[in-house]
């Protein structure tokens, strides 16, 4: 698994790969969140389309610290939750604008819908602005279940 340290959008990136960021803010005291409270793992999933064949989509799994780091709201719906986190938790996923407006024709009625990822059912709870876009590239946002200790 790759950690990956979020930086708030507020501070200027300069990135040629996610493997190789530096991170710049102006505030003289200013650091960037740790890892790995602050992380999130990519993964592809099959978003089934319900009309035609299935797509790949980019899809990552965050923490709970995510969101918060980066300090941007969804524009429609809400963040995800402490009990979404939990294993037998609720299947939600937060969606990308782009992913909003390709796959969902910008349905302002998408909050509490259900979509297909890789066969299995997630509801939608948020909508990211059109500007987030952290990993680059990502359609989808679903919360990094806690392992539980066996």
């Not at 037998?88 to 992913?99: A, M, W």
Request: aromatic fraction near 10%; include cysteine; glycine fraction near 6%.
């Amino acid at each position: 698994m790759t950690i990956h340290r979020i930086i708030p959008l507020a501070a200027a990136v300069l990135c040629l790969s996610l493997a190789a960021c530096q991170w710049i803010d102006p505030r003289p005291s200013a650091r960037a969140p740790s890892a790995p409270a602050d992380s999130y793992r990519v993964a592809s999933f099959e978003f089934a389309t319900g009309s035609g064949p299935s797509e790949t989509i980019r899809g990552a799994s965050v923490t709970p610290a995510f969101f918060q780091a980066a300090n941007v709201p969804p524009i429609l719906g809400r963040r995800f939750v402490a009990e979404e986190y939990k294993p037998l938790g609720s299947q939600v996923v937060t969606i990308s604008y782009r992913f909003w407006q390709r796959s969902l024709k910008a349905e302002p009625n998408s909050i509490g819908t259900t979509i297909r990822l890789n066969g299995r059912a997630y509801t939608i709870i948020g909508v990211m602005p059109r500007e987030f876009d952290l990993p680059p590239g990502t359609d989808v946002w679903l919360p990094a279940v806690e392992q539980t200790a066996q």
